[in-house]
């Protein structure tokens, strides 16, 4: 069984900062990729940013340079620092896990943290 434990989500007025952090744990043979989405109601779950076990990373167009994805490959942890802080990043913040297990590839979520950006 996976658990993806999600921390770091709250309430920040525009232009400040957040660090949103996603630790995994349980039975798996490896983590190919990790990374955050998210969502506001009516909408559908959007890619924010993606880093691969061998460090490659891909964020949304609307956070770069504003946020970043980090990870420690022995804590099974993915961070993301996000900064400069605006409305429109609102949402439901989950986090992402792809792994295998044996010769099977399995893709797991958070159950998601709040960031509520105040103007």
């Known amino acids: 069984q996976v658990q993806l434990v999600e921390s770091g989500g709250g309430l920040v007025q525009a232009g400040g900062s957040l660090r949103l952090s996603c630790a995994a744990s349980?039975?798996?043979?490896?983590?190919?990729?990790m990374g955050w989405n998210r969502q506001v109601p009516g909408k559908e779950r959007d890619l924010v940013a993606r880093v691969t076990s061998g460090g490659n990373t891909i964020y949304a167009d609307s956070v770069k340079g504003r946020f970043t994805i980090s990870r420690d490959n022995a804590k099974n942890t993915v961070y993301l620092q996000m900064n400069s802080l605006i409305p429109e990043d609102t949402a439901v913040y989950s986090c992402?896990?792809?792994?295998?297990?044996?010769?099977?590839?399995?893709?797991?979520w958070g159950h998601g943290t709040q960031v509520t950006v105040s103007s």
């Open positions: 349980g039975s798996f043979d490896s983590i190919q990729a």
């Open positions: 992402q896990m792809d792994y295998s297990d044996g010769d099977v590839r399995y893709t797991y």
